[in-house]
T-cell receptor
Framework: GAVVSQHPSWVICKSGTSVKIECRSLDFQATTMFWYRQFPKQSLMLMATSNEGSKATYEQGVEKDKFLINHASLTLSTLTVTSAHPEDSSFYICSAATGGPGELFFGEGSRLTVL | GESVGLHLPTLSVQEGDNSIINCAYSNSASDYFIWYKQESGKGPQFIIDIRSNMDKRQGQRVTVLLNKTVKHLSLQIAATQPGDSAVYFC???????????FGAGTILRVKS
């Protein structure tokens, strides 16, 4: 099946620093990628939709300047958490879509801990 | 609408019993539904899907039921095994959009 890889799988950083998380589709081209955030024992909440070569579409309540998304190619989207604070600590998950009906594949997630 | 981040309910079952996990979805325009399994520290894993023109679909040991009238989904797992222990989420979308909205989720604990 299609594989979506996230890197890093976990990261610990100091408050005030920026952290970049990569999402790659390894064996297919993703027309669209989605970024989700998940707090412990809670559901996944969609943060933004990322299309290659265009600006990301953010969900209501998600700060665009805080969570920078770049979708530079059909196989790579990045999420940068800028000036991270402890409340940004979470599990960030991406998914990639091929454009076909229901063809959506998830990465393994990246756990961010901000000290 | 979006999942509101509720804390997850827990379903405990004895190994070998059948499990039924329920989900209420929010958007009557949704026409495609997916059940995911998520193990600790991992991304969601596809289990089974169903389109809105169906009310039942069966897979290996799993069955999904869809009741559009009351906007309700259920996942039935037959002969539940310890390896089934995980968090289960339903998700809804309009099929070609692929923008998934996740339900609140249920923790399934299987007792040996």
């Amino acid at each position: 099946g299609a594989v979506v890889s996230q890197h890093p799988s976990w990261v610990i950083c100091k408050s005030g620093t920026s952290v970049k998380i990569e999402c790659r589709s390894l064996d297919f081209q993703a027309t669209t990628m989605f970024w989700y955030r998940q707090f412990p024992k809670q559901s996944l909440m969609l943060m933004a939709t990322s299309n290659e070569g265009s600006k990301a579409t953010y969900e209501q309540g998600v700060e665009k300047d805080k969570f920078l998304i770049n979708h530079a190619s059909l196989t790579l989207s990045t999420l940068t958490v800028t000036s991270a604070h402890p409340e940004d600590s979470s599990f960030y998950i991406c998914s990639a879509a091929t454009g076909g009906p229901g063809e959506l594949f998830f990465g393994e997630g990246s756990r961010l801990t901000v000290l | 609408g979006e999942s509101v981040g509720l804390h997850l309910p827990t379903l405990s079952v004895q190994e070998g019993d059948n499990s039924i996990i329920n989900c209420a979805y929010s958007n009557s325009a949704s026409d495609y539904f997916i059940w995911y399994k998520q193990e600790s520290g991992k991304g969601p894993q596809f289990i089974i899907d169903i389109r809105s023109n169906m009310d039942k679909r069966q897979g290996q040991r799993v069955t999904v039921l869809l009741n559009k009238t009351v906007k309700h989904l259920s996942l039935q797992i037959a002969a539940t095994q310890p390896g089934d222990s995980a968090v289960y989420f339903c998700a809804e979308t309009q099929e070609y959009g692929n923008k998934l909205v996740f339900g609140a989720g249920t923790i399934l604990r299987v007792k040996s």
